[in-house]
Structure formats: C-alpha cells, structure tokens
C-alpha cells in the first residue's frame, strides 16, 4: 500500500489545531469549516475528541451527520469509554474513522501514563480490538513516538496491525525530530513490521523547530503516505504541519517525491485559509508562504523586470493555482441577483442559506464604492452571515467627526430588538468613540482583548477587514466586519461578537484532556 503515489490528507484543523489558544470554534463554526474541508478535498476530516468535552461530542456528531466527501474521525485514547463516546459520535458518517493513541516514549509512559511497556501493549491490543467491533477504519497512533525507543515502536505497532488498524501514525508530538531522522524511522518500521504492506504509514508534526513541513515531506520519501496537517498551520505551541504547504510542495515537486500527490484541489486552498481566519479572527503573518498575504507579491525591481519578461524567473507556482489572483469580479454595478447569486454558489455560499437580499445590497453598496469587487470582497460580505448568528443588535446609522483638530465624536443608532437606540460619545479617535457609543447603547461589559484590521486587497479603494475578539463572563467571541471604510467595518465587527456572545456559550474548553 504504501508505494502508492497518493499522499492521503488527513485533516486536524478542528481537532489538533483548535487546541490552540485562541484557535477554539464552537459548533456552527466548526461545521462550516468541516463543509469547506471537504469542498477542498481533504481525505479525513479529524472533527473533535468526542470525550473531551460535550461540546467536542456535538460537534464530531454534527460533522459526521452531515457532512460528505471525506471520511470523518474521531480520537479516542485507549480506555473503553473514549473508544465508545467516539464511536456514538462518529455513528452517522458515511465514512467513520476511529483514531485511538497511546504514548510509548518512556518520558511520557513513566511520568504521564504511569504506565509500564507491557501494559501499553495490552492497552493497544484492547483499544484498537474494540475499535475495530465497531468499524473498519481505524487508527492507531503512538504519541511521542520520535522520542520512544525504535524496537519498541515496533512491538506497539505489530500489536496494533494484529488488533486490526489500518492506518498506523508515528506522531512527532514535541517537534522534536528532523527530516533525515524521521525518514529513517518510516523505513525502519516499514521493513521491521510484519504486515507493514497492508497498512498506511501516517505522519503528524508539530512546529517546535519549525522543522514540520519538511519532517513531514521527508516521511513522504521514507513512504508515508498520510499527513496530518492543519489550515494556515494551526495548533498548539509552534503549531501543526501547514497543509497547504504540504500540498503545494506535492504538487511543485511530485517528481523529486516520486509522483506522489494529494487529492486537494488546491484552488480551494486560499479560500480555506481564509474563512479559518475570519472564523479564529486569527490571520497568517505576510510572509507565509502559499497564504500570507506577500507570498506571491514581487517587490524587487530586479524581480519585476524577470516577471515581466517571464513569470518563470522568479515564480514556481502561480497564485491561481491556489485560488488566489484570477478573483476579478466580472459582475459591477450594473449586474444583477442571478450573477450575485451564481457567484455566491461558485463560492460554496448557498444563497438560499443567507439573508440574500441584505447580502446584495451591500455588495451594490461596494460596486458603487470600488472600482473592482473581488471573491474576497463578496467573501467579508457575507462572512457575517455564514453563521447564522441571531441580530439582537443591528446598526442603523453612524456619523463620525474626527481629524487632527476635534475630538472624535461618534453617533449611533442601534436597533436593538426592534427598538431604535441613539447616543453620541466622545474617544480617542473614531474606533474608540463608536464602541464607547455601542458598548452604552447595548450596555455590555465586554472587554475588548484583540482589535485587527487588514486590508482585503490591494489598492487604495480596498475594504478594511476588521476581527475583535471579546469577552464576557469567562466566554470569548471573534467578531467580524468588513466595509470601504474601516470605522464601519469596525463597528460592525464590535456588533457582530456582541450578537456572538449573546447567542452562543462558546463550546466549552474542554480542561485537562486538552492538554494531550
Ligand atoms: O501530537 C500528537 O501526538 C497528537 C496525537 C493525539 C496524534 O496529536
Ligand atoms: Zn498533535
């Protein structure tokens, strides 16, 4: 199996990554990435760690309920009610995947399982049978597995084919190991396992020495045929392995790594990178490659002239391959709702699913404000609707005097459950005046923990992005706004995580088990 050129993705965006400070989705958000997951053609979908919390159960419930196209998992550690709890929750996919582990490092097994090497034995064998009396597809997994002794990385997993995983992980939990190293490990365990052909070798690593991604691509040569990755490389400490680099790399180099290539369509790639950060309201720093915002930008004259001549000089990949640059909006405002909506649906945006006749008007707002409207653009549009978060707060109008010589001073009118509400304050500068006026009108005691603003693209007329993060008796919410003028935007972001911490208990951290 494993000399096959298809590199499975095996995404953990939702379970791995939202570990992350900062990172965490509660369940309609969780959802909406899953959909677009699986729009982007991941292989697995990893929705949660169902005994973790109520909250992780629901929401590896819900992916498996609904959503299609990618097998979707659940992690379990080794004890019969994780196996179980994830089981419930993964019952309705069409494809579930049961993905049970066990540290096997002696640091991890003396000091956090409490556990001797045979004990772990047994627990693999007992996990992985019961895994397997409730499907087919399960995974096995060996936390800290680049720290644990190679001879008994090998018993681990003779136990685990034996008890009937298909797929076998060798996690790189601390970062710790190095492409060479790891490579090595693969073809180590593929040679020394018996059976080993009848299984899928995984990898799964994590930033610590920024050492993820080519770890990862180095396994690929070693003949792993899995990785476990993330959108925009999220996830704990450093973060996880980035799957769009990951994919890209595949994709530029398939003949160096032996035609190897993954089933993403990496068009999708850009507009997941996206919609991860306006859901986290956490964005990519500028030099990210594949998805920050300069990875394909040329600012050199020496380069510009190259480009010019031949984009060949100085670029391996074009931005529309990743679904980037190719966004020029043909619709302006001359078009009309069938091209709104058409470009909607090319945008995985169900119409039918979102207040559409707000959502045209505002985009009729901004053709009249830009001179070209680009997917982006219709994305920030709608972003605040894909969440259907109820508007107990709306804004109706606001009026701002600001500048070098005036204290800025903002009016607002809110419509707050029907009813019509004006104030006027004054602030250290116009941001601050309207949320003093909103934070009176709604009576909130939120804090305010993160205020940012991006441009969308490029050019003077571009729409500012603004994501705030708030809190409010021990519960956080990501607001998000965007318009031409970035105190509108601002405002609208501070409106919609009010209206989000009103709706929404965000799903509860889930404590200790996090911490794996
Ligand atoms: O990093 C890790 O070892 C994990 C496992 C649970 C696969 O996330
Ligand atoms: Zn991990």
């Known amino acids: 199996m494993a000399d096959d050129d298809r590199v499975l993705i095996f995404d953990t965006t939702l379970r791995d990554g939202e570990q992350a400070p900062g990172c965490s989705m509660n369940l309609d958000e969780k959802l909406l990435l899953a959909r677009q997951l699986a729009r982007l ?4 979908i990893e ?11 629901e929401a590896v419930h819900r992916v498996a309920s609904e959503v299609r196209g990618a097998a979707i998992c659940g992690l379990a550690r080794t004890s019969d009610d994780d196996v179980d709890r994830a089981w419930e929750a993964l019952k309705p996919a069409e494809r579930p995947r049961i993905h049970t582990f066990i540290a096997t490092s002696p640091i991890h097994m003396e000091h956090k399982l409490r556990m001797g090497p045979a004990q772990v034995l ?4 007992r996990a ?8 087919d597809d399960v995974e096995f997994s060996a936390e800290d597995a680049t720290r644990s002794e190679w001879e008994f990385l090998v018993q681990v997993f003779t136990r685990a084919i034996e008890a009937g995983a298909r797929t076998l992980n060798v996690p790189d939990t601390v970062g710790y190991t190095t492409p060479s190293e790891y490579a090595e490990l693969i073809s180590f365990l593929r040679e020394r396992l018996p059976g080993s052909d009848s299984v899928r070798f995984s990898v799964h690593c994590h930033d610590d020495l920024g050492l993820s991604v080519a770890n990862s691509l180095a396994a690929i040569r070693g003949g792993a045929r899995q990785v476990e990755c993330t959108v925009n490389g999220i996830g704990e400490r450093a973060g996880n392995t980035a799957m769009e680099e990951v994919v890209m790399a595949l994709r530029t180099r398939s003949e160096y790594f032996g035609g190897c290539d993954t089933g993403v369509d990496s068009k999708e790639i850009w507009p997941t990178s996206r919609l991860l950060s306006q859901v986290i309201g956490v964005g990519v720093q500028p030099n990210k490659a594949i998805v920050g915002a300069n990875a394909f930008a ?11 001549n031949n984009s060949l000089t100085y670029e391996i990949m074009t931005p529309e391959s990743v679904g980037r640059g190719a966004t020029e909006l043909v619709l302006g405002k001359h078009s009309g709702r069938h091209a709104f909506a058409d470009r909607l649906e090319e945008l995985g945006v169900d119409p039918e699913k979102i207040d559409f006749e707000r959502a045209f008007r505002r985009f009729k707002d901004l053709a009249d404000a830009k001179k070209t409207v680009y997917n982006e653009d219709i994305e920030a549009l709608v972003a605040d609707q894909l969440l259907r978060v109820e508007e107990h707060y709306k804004i109706e109008n606001i009026s701002i005097t600001c500048g070098t010589f005036v204290t800025a001073t903002a009016t607002v009118e809110l419509d707050i459950d029907g009813e019509k509400h004006k104030t006027a304050k004054l602030g250290d500068g116009p941001v601050d005046a309207v949320f003093k006026a909103i ?11 993160r205020y ?9 007329d571009a729409q500012g992005e603004v994501n705030v993060t708030l809190e409010a008796d021990g519960r956080r919410s990501i607001g998000h706004g965007a318009d031409t003028d970035i105190v509108v935007a601002s405002a609208r972001a501070y409106v919609h995580g009010l209206n989000k911490l009103l709706q929404h208990s965000r799903s509860p951290s889930s404590g200790d088990l996090r911490g794996i």
Request: hydrophobic share 40%.
């Open 41 to 44: 053609g991941v292989d697995v």
């Open 47 to 57: 929705a949660g760690f169902p005994v973790a919390s109520q909250g992780d159960f």
């Open 122 to 125: 047994d627990e693999v064998t």
């Open 128 to 135: 992985v049978t019961r895994a397997r009396g409730y499907c």
């Open 298 to 308: 040329h600012e050199a004259g020496i380069h510009q002239h190259g480009m010019l």
């Open 439 to 449: 934070a009176e009108l709604t009576g909130t005691s939120a804090r305010l923990l």
């Open 452 to 460: 940012q603003v991006n441009s969308i693209t490029s050019g003077m």
